[in-house]
T-cell receptor
Framework: GAVVSQHPSWVICKSGTSVKIECRSL??????MFWYRQFPKQSLMLMAT?????????EQGVEKDKFLINHASLTLSTLTVTSAHPEDSSFYIC?????????????FGQGTRLTVV | DAKTTQPTSMDCAEGRAANLPCNHS???????VYWYRQIHSQGPQYIIH???NNETNEMASLIITEDRKSSTLILPHATLRDTAVYYC?????????????FGPGTSLSVIP
């Protein structure tokens, strides 16, 4: 299957600072990527849809000014958590859609564990 | 997307077949059934998908009922490494950039 790579795998940052997470599709081009957040013992919650060359679409309740998404190329989307606070500590996961003959397939990165102290 | 219903958790003996059910009674005609799994602290992994015919790949088999209101994911010979949360999702897959929305999933524990 296609490969999606996230970087970093984990990060610890101080409260009030910003953190950038990268999501790359390594062997395919992705016009659409998704960003999820997952708290312990919970399912993945969709935060936003990232479209190459246009503004991201945020799910209800997700602050667009706090979670900045940039999808400047067909292989890279970034999520920046601005002015991070301890409640932003979570597991962040990206997904990229690959077009195939049988439809679009979603492939996921390995996730980024963010801890805000 | 149509909603799905899955059991919260299941156990399976190592080496036996694991049969994970999913109900999707409101599925639309153009929606596919997708299965993903998530091993602890990793990103989800695609397993298989289907529209109305049964499907099989190197990982699993997918059995979809004739009325398409339910399906079963079958892991033919479960191993300890198959312990994970399994998500059944319905979405319009063909020529679609539809969101992938996750429900609670089924936590499968493979027991030695």
């Amino acid at each position: 299957g296609a490969v999606v790579s996230q970087h970093p795998s984990w990060v610890i940052c101080k409260s009030g600072t910003s953190v950038k997470i990268e999501c790359r599709s390594l062997d395919f081009q992705a016009t659409t990527m998704f960003w999820y957040r997952q708290f312990p013992k919970q399912s993945l919650m969709l935060m936003a849809t990232s479209n190459e060359g246009s503004k991201a679409t945020y799910e209800q309740g997700v602050e667009k000014d706090k979670f900045l998404i940039n999808h400047a190329s067909l292989t890279l989307s970034t999520l920046t958590v601005t002015s991070a606070h301890p409640e932003d500590s979570s597991f962040y996961i990206c997904s990229a859609l690959e077009s195939r003959g049988s439809g679009t397939e979603a492939f996921f990165g390995q996730g980024t564990r963010l801890t805000v102290v | 997307d149509a909603k799905t219903t899955q059991p919260t958790s299941m156990d399976c003996a190592e080496g036996r077949a694991a049969n994970l059910p999913c109900n999707h009674s409101t599925i639309s005609g153009n929606e596919y059934v997708y299965w993903y799994r998530q091993i602890h602290s990793q990103g989800p992994q695609y397993i298989i998908h289907g529209l109305k015919n049964n499907e099989t790949n190197e990982m699993a088999s997918l059995i979809i009922t004739e009325d398409r209101k339910s399906s079963t994911l079958i892991l033919p010979h479960a191993t300890l490494r198959d312990t994970a949360v399994y998500y059944c999702i319905v979405r319009v897959g063909v020529t679609s950039y539809d969101k992938v929305i996750f429900g609670p999933g089924t936590s499968l524990s493979v027991i030695p």
